[in-house]
């Protein structure tokens, strides 16, 4: 079953607002990833972090890497109409080669 | 990254029926997986897809099920048999080219059973 806590479960925000969300694990992550999806088609990826305390940004988007290693936040600034969509979190241990997804946090944008 | 053609991009089947979804790669890659979306839901992972042997299951599903082949390592394909209307999700294929590029999904097969 899911092992990542991910919040919000959805948010309604302005255009021009900052979104912050973020995911917990009660065990340890090497990896943490970032995705979005848009309707209609598969997650795409947005931020990948690869150590604890790493901070990484993409345009708009910033993510962390916790220090503990059971956690990560994504930050998007001056949000846009093309924000909207599902963002979720993905922890990926070196012993496993798959990954375990949050349940999504819903982002809605009104202009 | 790797580009993933994933086919059919959506079907409605009778239950009782099967449908087998392909996953094709344009490079070769080790790793290879089957996720499950359900309605409104995140991701599960269904399987890993090994090449040239049996595919490894995640607990909750099983190969009777959800029989896996990979013939190579450009491709793989999921069979969802004997389906019912709890079948219907949102199947998606999904590679790992470089731990850089994080896992690549392809657009995924939305499949309705009535």
């Known amino acids: 079953g899911q092992q990542l806590n991910q919040s919000p479960q959805s948010m309604f925000i302005q255009e021009g607002e900052d979104v912050s969300m973020n995911c917990t694990s009660s065990s340890i992550f090497n990896t943490w990833l970032w995705y979005k999806q848009d309707p209609g088609e598969g997650p795409v990826l947005l931020i990948a972090l690869y150590k604890a305390g790493e901070l990484t940004s993409n345009g708009r988007l910033t993510a962390q890497f916790g220090i503990t290693r059971k956690d990560s936040f994504l930050n998007i600034s001056a949000s846009i109409p093309s924000d909207v969509g599902i963002y979720f979190c993905a922890g990926q241990r070196y012993n496993n080669n798959d990954m375990r997804f949050g349940a999504g946090t819903r982002l809605t944008v009104k202009p | 990254s790797a580009v993933i053609s994933q086919k059919p991009s959506r079907d409605i089947c009778q239950r009782g029926t099967s449908l087998t979804i392909q996953c094709q790669v344009d490079s070769q890659v080790t790793m290879m997986f089957w996720y499950r979306q359900q309605p409104g839901q995140s991701l599960t992972l269904i399987a890993t897809?090994?090449?040239?042997?049996?595919?490894?299951?995640e607990s909750g599903f099983v190969i009777d099920k959800f029989p896996i082949s990979r013939p190579n390592l450009t491709f793989s394909t999921l069979t969802v048999s004997n389906m019912s209307p709890e079948d219907s999700s949102i199947y998606l294929c999904?590679?790992?080219?470089?731990?850089?590029?994080?896992?690549?999904f392809g657009s995924g097969t939305r499949l309705t059973v009535v």
């Open positions: 897809a090994n090449q040239g042997s049996e595919a490894t299951y």
């Open positions: 999904s590679v790992v080219v470089t731990r850089a590029y994080g896992y690549t």
